[in-house]
Each structure stands twice: as structure tokens, then as C-alpha cells.
């Protein structure tokens, strides 16, 4: 039997998603969920016609959001993409403006669906991409009750593209020859662990130096990105649409490829964007890093971030 993979909530995030999943191959059936029936079932037939064009054939079908969802069942993967809303940005050092304007809506649709995933017996797993991310994986596994490693989010993934592509440009180098993470929060508290760094074997620390480049607005010229897109569009959608795909491919070919995903961190007992590596099994191991102690102090107060904001609507 082939892969199964499911999207609920086909907005701008889950449709991006949706045709990403279709275009690659990867599954043999996709489900489309969404609360506006009529969209869910226009990407349905739009996501059938490209397939004319295409090497590769998926099945594509919508699921009726008041319906049963038994169908789910058999499904490997659901992405979560429900609840992202149109959010207008402001000054990128405005610190007010950020994804935690998500969270109410995002937490409603997660207490509304999440019974229902665990009522379909769906023992997959789960890809949570709505924001804030941190908070809304962890809610939908305390909802669900399924297992810490077979629910995560995209964590700072996305933000973690986005660090590369503003070393690449700033050294003049392929954005693949870039590796590192940003780590934390998917939000205002993460940050650039430099000492994960590394521009083609050599760490970016001492390259930064010998060209006399500031690692502060390296790191700012990253977020800076986020802030065109939003601005631009009101909206993100192929950088995390092609992250969200990349997690899933790893699941379903057993990949064990790592992410700066958000999962569970036991010792902070919080789910956080950190190494993490994911397989068929969901995660399979958090590989970890050698961060310096400022990092560490960093990791731990975006922790805390976290923490405040799942408490707000635990």
C-alpha cells in the first residue's frame, strides 16, 4: 500500500503544501481538510488537474470538515496547517508584531480537531506548522495523548533556510554549502547558534572574522527576510511550504534526516525547535550540539518564552 498523507486547513501554508506533496510524488493518496468545505474541495479537483502534466499520479480528495474521519486511520503523515492568519508586520525591531497573535485561533482549531484525529484511530505522525509552532505541537499532543515522538512542528527550520540564504549572499556562496541552525522559539526568541555554523566545512566564526563581517547583522539580515515576505504578501508560503515537504519525505522514505524541528525537549520539558531527527517512527534522536555557554543562556530563556505563552491557553 502506498503513502498516505493528509492537510488539514488548506490555506495559503496547506495548499502550498498540498501541490508541493503532488508535484514530488511522494504520496499515493492526499486528503484535504479544511473548516471552508468549498476551498478544500477546489484544491481537490485543481491539484487532479495539474496531474495532466505531471510524471507522477496522486489521489487527491477532500474530506468534509463536519464528516467522519475514520479515513485517517491508515494515514502515515497529517500536516497541520489550520489557524495561520493574515498578519500585517511591522518595523522588523518591533517585537510586538509577531507570530503569538496566532495562538487563540490556532489553539481553538487544535481543542476542535484534535479529538477528532484521535477518534479516527490515526497512529501517524503528526507535522504541526500553524503558529506559534512550539506551543501549538505541544498542545495538539497533550490534546491527542499520542506519543512526544510522533507529534512535532517545523520549529525554526524556516528560519534556519533563512540564516543560510543571508550567509550565501553575504560570502557569495551556494545557500548548500551553508549548514548550522537557528534554534529556540519559532518567534521572537530564537537565534543563530554561530557555533553550529559552518560555510563549507569551516566554522563561520572564523570566516566572519578574517572578512570582518558582523555576526548580529547577519543574523538580522535573516529575519529581515521574513519581513519582506510578510510585507510583501501578508503571508509565507514556498519557504515553509518546501520545509513542510521536506519533513514529510523524510517520514515516509525513512529518511532520518535531521531538522531544526520543533520537538520535545525533555530536559527543559517543552517542545522547542532543536536538532532533530525524523524517520518513519516519527523522531528517532536528537543528535545535539556543543553550544557555548551564551547560547545555552539563550536556549533556555527562549524555554521560558514558550513556556509563558502554552501556559496562556493550557
Keep these: 500500500m502506498g503513502n498516505k498523507v493528509a492537510i488539514i486547513g488548506v490555506g495559503h501554508v496547506g495548499s502550498t503544501v498540498a501541490t508541493n506533496i503532488v508535484t514530488a510524488g511522494v504520496a499515493q493518496e492526499l486528503y484535504l481538510i479544511d473548516e471552508k468545505d468549498q476551498v478544500a474541495r477546489a484544491d481537490e479537483f485543481d491539484l487532479f ?70 477518534a479516527s484511530g490515526f497512529h501517524g505522525t503528526m507535522v504541526c506548522i500553524s503558529n506559534p509552532c512550539d506551543v501549538i505541537a505541544q498542545l495538539m499532543q497533550e490534546v491527542t495523548g499520542f506519543p512526544k515522538n510522533h507529534v512535532l512542528g517545523t520549529g ?23 549548514a548550522g541552525y537557528v534554534i529556540g522559539e519559532h518567534g521572537e526568541t530564537q537565534f543563530a547558534a554561530w557555533s553550529s ?3 563549507n566545512g569551516r566554522p563561520m566564526s572564523k570566516i566572519a572574522k578574517e ?52 520537538s520535545y525537549d525533555e530536559k527543559l ?9 525524523v524517520g518513519a517512527d516519527g523522531i ?20 521560558a518564552a514558550i513556556k509563558h505563552n502554552f501556559d496562556s491557553v493550557h
Design 284 to 303: 528517532v534522536g536528537h543528535p545535539g550540539l556543543d553550544l557555548t555557554a551564551d547560547e545555552e543562556d539563550k536556549y533556555e530563556k527562549s524555554a
Design 269 to 277: 520539558d517543552t517542545y522547542i525547535g532543536h536538532p532533530t531527527t
Design 156 to 178: 525554526t527550520s524556516l528560519d534556519t533556510a533563512r540564516l543560510h540564504r543571508a550567509v550565501s549572499v553575504a560570502l557569495g556562496v551556494s545557500i548548500t554549502d551553508v
Design 49 to 118: 488537474d495539474q496531474q495532466a502534466y505531471l510524471d507522477t499520479t496522486t489521489k487527491v480528495k477532500y474530506i468534509p470538515y463536519q464528516d467522519d474521519w475514520s479515513v485517517l486511520k491508515d494515514v502515515d503523515v497529517i500536516v497541520f496547517a489550520a489557524g495561520n492568519i493574515k498578519i500585517v508586520l511591522g518595523n522588523p525591531n518591533d517585537k510586538s508584531n509577531n507570530r503569538v497573535g496566532e495562538l487563540s485561533n490556532s489553539a481553538r482549531i487544535v481543542r476542535e480537531v484534535g479529538p477528532k484525529i484521535k
Design 211 to 262: 572578512k570582518g563581517l558582523d555576526l548580529d547583522d547577519l543574523e538580522k539580515q535573516a529575519r529581515l527576510g521574513g519581513h519582506v515576505v510578510g510585507l510583501g504578501k501578508g503571508f509565507t508560503n514556498y519557504g515553509i511550504g518546501m520545509t513542510a515537504l521536506t519533513i514529510v519525505k523524510s517520514i515516509l522514505n525513512d529518511e532520518k534526516r535531521t531538522f531544526p524541528a520543533t
Design 197 to 199: 555554523v559552518s560555510v
